[in-house]
């Protein structure tokens, strides 16, 4: 799921970038994010049973999810990228409620999931701190009491150290090549790409959040934070350095 940003418009969100975002991440240890989303559920928490994926994309995490047995649901702003994620479970035969929907008024009943989760970075596409305490509450009320709240935030190592500033793929038929640029707390995500002939070029921001405006954000949205777990080591590939999820409980 992606704001509205200074360049693009949310009726467009991802929607020519969902066309090889798969072929982009097919490497993404999405099992891993899973476990480690499952291994952070407080002991003193509900079970993990019933799992919302908020901004969902493709459906990589739904779908693994899924595959694990729990009944699961997913929404995501970008029709396209729902489409994407239609067809992985049609492929799959498995049973995963896909819906059109944003993180600041998420469509589904409170306590309707024991688990929910935020990935990659989809928190900070919400530009306006009002926006993310926002979707922290609505996310907060889906879980229920008792219920967890699983959040990946963009990184200060990314923004530090530039680790991923820059990616490039020219392979199977696809160049892309993205550039990031920092603005204050904005991020600019310049996305460009050639296949089949065709040449698209997208935008996107994201806005930086310190821990501490993420603890303040969170306590606002009546959420308690309990613990914020690495990734790495548990995911040794190094674009897992410096990433962190967010575990709070209602």
């Known amino acids: 799921m ?21 072929q982009l991440w097919s490497r993404a240890p999405y099992a891993r994010f899973v476990d480690l989303s499952l291994e952070g559920v407080p002991a003193d928490a509900r079970p993990a049973r019933r799992v919302l994926v908020a901004a969902c994309g493709t459906g990589s995490a739904a779908i693994e999810f899924a595959r694990r047995g729990h009944p699961v649901a997913g929404f995501d702003l970008s029709e396209a990228m729902l489409a994407v994620a239609a067809a992985k479970r049609r492929a799959g035969a498995l049973r995963v409620w896909l819906v059109r929907g944003d993180l600041r008024a998420v469509p589904f009943a409170g306590g309707s999931a024991d688990l929910v989760v935020v990935l990659n970075t989809g928190i900070n596409y919400l530009l306006e701190p009002a926006e993310v305490v926002a979707a922290l509450g609505q996310l907060g009320r889906v879980a229920g009491a008792g219920g967890t709240v699983v959040v990946e935030p963009l990184s200060a190592r990314f923004l530090d150290a530039g680790v991923e500033a820059n990616r490039h793929l020219d392979a199977e038929g696809l160049r892309f090549d993205a550039a990031y640029t920092i603005h ?30 993420l603890s303040e954000m969170f306590a606002l949205a009546g959420l308690s934070v309990r613990d914020r777990r690495p990734m790495y080591p548990a995911i040794p590939e190094a674009p897992a350095r410096g990433r962190i999820l967010w575990v709070a409980t209602v």
Not at 2 to 15: D, V
């Open 184 to 213: 204050g707390n904005l991020v600019a995500e310049r996305l460009r790409w050639r296949t089949r002939g065709a040449e698209v070029t997208e935008t996107y921001w994201q806005r930086f959040y310190s821990d501490g405006d």
């Open 2 to 22: 992606k704001s509205t940003s200074p360049s693009q418009s949310t009726g467009g969100a991802y929607g020519r970038y969902a066309e090889i975002y798969d």
